[in-house]
């Protein structure tokens, strides 16, 4: 009895070494400005060409600008990346959707909304957050450069096999909770180690209410754990979502692709090589206190103790540099900034959530609120819904599409030792730029919050 993991790598492998090691087979490339113009250059040196070009998308995301990208970058590394990526793609003819391409955005962002992205694909780029991408039921993880490098030379990788984990999450979630805090709720009870070695497969009655863009969430957070990947099985809420995408199988394709997309499942006695259960009622909204992604608490709950962690040391450090003490509530505390956007929440869902809540409200006046679409698509969108001119009056910026405030890596970053509450799935020391404070949480929180000009819970504003 096969998982459903064990289906996918098991039916892209090319051979198998002496070593123990596969030669896998790889469905989808995407690549970004960041990680692959070293690749192109180990091509160069070692005058190989490109295997199979028409497997690999690429757009730019990480470094570019979120305000005024009709204009030349002005930041020089970032222009220099964006500029590299171009002409790397142009020399190698790859597809490109490049700044003032409809398609660009978010590199797993695009993937998704596109049609690109379908179920049993293995599919990889040099972003470790490429684990998004399992919400549909494929193979997804990121890889480094020189992985970069020979998947363009062979379209494969030589891997060894991760060990299966499976996470059963049942019942119903409480009103205002999102897939989000689902995420930091395992994160928090895993730990930022707990997943390591393993491909983590999501299952149960909460998973499978879940939107498709609640499910690319969970996944997205997946290496937050230490996972390879996060992978949910393709159900008739995957099938929809793909349906009459752009680059979607079109009619008998189609059905041809629905037949074998319906037997992507874990078998009924397949075997997990761990397994861990959980109750939706006992999820809260979730905050993050400290400088990884597992170091969160319920919002009802007070920063831990040194005495209540496993690494003590840790704690300390991370609250120095937060300035925050044990034993004290994250709700009150009052923050400056909040960033609503990144691959784990930015989606057209997202910024529907945030436009409801914040509707005939305005931000609190010590408080910047950027709002980052996923992509053009997701831009598109919100305009045409008309979200665009609810978060304006209510004085969010509606930026355009880019990874922006997430990681840093180019213009919008937050001040050393400010708060920002943040949409994003990382709150490493200067993540948001150098001496930055991020405190991970939904963008439903977030945009409570910026009206407030303090974290609160949403759950006693909407009672």
Same mark, same amino acid.
């Given at each position: 009895m096969k998982t459903l993991f064990d289906k996918i790598w098991d039916t892209h492998i090319v051979s198998k070494l002496e070593s123990g090691s596969d030669v896998l087979y790889?469905?989808?490339?995407?690549?970004? $400005?960041?990680?692959?113009?070293q690749a192109f250059a180990g091509l160069r040196q070692r005058g190989l060409p490109i295997f199979r070009k028409e497997k690999i998308i690429a757009t730019a995301d990480h470094n570019v600008p979120t305000l005024n990208q009709h204009l030349p970058i002005s930041e020089k590394l970032s222009r220099h990346q964006v500029d590299t990526l171009i002409e790397n793609c142009k020399l190698n003819d790859i597809e490109l959707y490049g700044l003032g391409h409809p398609y660009q955005g978010i590199v797993h962002v695009i993937g998704p909304e596109l049609g690109i992205t379908r179920p049993g694909m293995t599919i990889v780029?040099?972003?470790?957050?490429?684990?998004?991408?399992?919400?549909?039921?494929?193979?997804?993880?990121?890889?480094?450069?020189?992985?970069? $490098?020979?998947?363009?030379?062979?379209?494969c990788l030589i891997l060894n096999k991760p060990k299966t984990m499976r996470i059963n999450i049942e019942g119903i979630l409480q009103k205002d909770i999102s897939a989000k805090d689902?995420?930091?709720?395992?994160?928090?009870?895993l730990t930022t180690s707990g997943g390591t070695g393993y491909f983590i497969e999501y299952a149960g009655s909460t998973v499978r209410a879940l939107s498709m863009e609640a499910r690319m969430t969970i996944c997205n957070m997946s290496i937050e754990m230490g996972a390879r990947g996060g992978i949910i099985a393709p159900d008739e809420t995957t099938f929809k979502y793909i349906k009459g995408k752009p680059f979607a199988p079109k009619g008998a394709m189609y059905e041809q692709a629905l037949d074998y997309w319906k037997t992507l499942y874990s078998e009924k006695d397949a075997s997990f090589d761990k397994e861990y259960h959980f109750n939706a009622a006992d999820i809260e909204p979730m905050l993050t206190y400290g400088t990884n992604p597992g170091m969160g608490i319920k919002i009802s709950q007070t920063i831990p103790h040194v005495q209540e962690v496993n690494n003590p040391l840790e704690l300390e450090k991370s609250l120095a540099y937060m300035g925050l003490k044990s034993g004290i509530p994250l709700v009150g505390l009052p923050i400056n900034y909040v960033f609503i956007g990144s691959c784990t929440n930015s989606r057209i869902e997202d910024l529907r959530i945030v436009a409801e809540y914040v509707k005939d409200k305005q931000k609190a006046p010590n408080v910047q609120a950027m709002i980052v679409p996923g992509s053009k698509q997701v831009e598109r969108q919100a305009k045409a819904e008309g979200l665009d001119k609810i978060l304006e009056a209510a004085g969010f910026e509606l930026r355009e599409p880019g990874c922006s405030a997430c990681l840093g890596m180019n213009e919008d970053k937050i001040p050393p030792g400010e708060y920002c509450l943040s949409t994003s799935n990382r709150n490493y020391e200067g993540r948001q730029g150098p001496g930055a404070r991020t405190i991970l949480g939904s963008p439903l929180t977030a945009a409570a919050s910026a009206i407030a000009g303090k974290i609160v819970d949403i759950r006693t504003i909407n009672s």
């Open positions: 790889i469905d989808r490339h995407f690549i970004h $400005e960041v990680t692959s113009p780029c040099g972003d470790s957050h490429t684990s998004t991408h399992g919400a549909f039921g494929c193979v997804a993880f990121g890889i480094g450069t020189s992985q970069i $490098e020979q998947v363009m030379a062979t379209q689902i995420i930091l709720f395992i994160a928090s009870t």
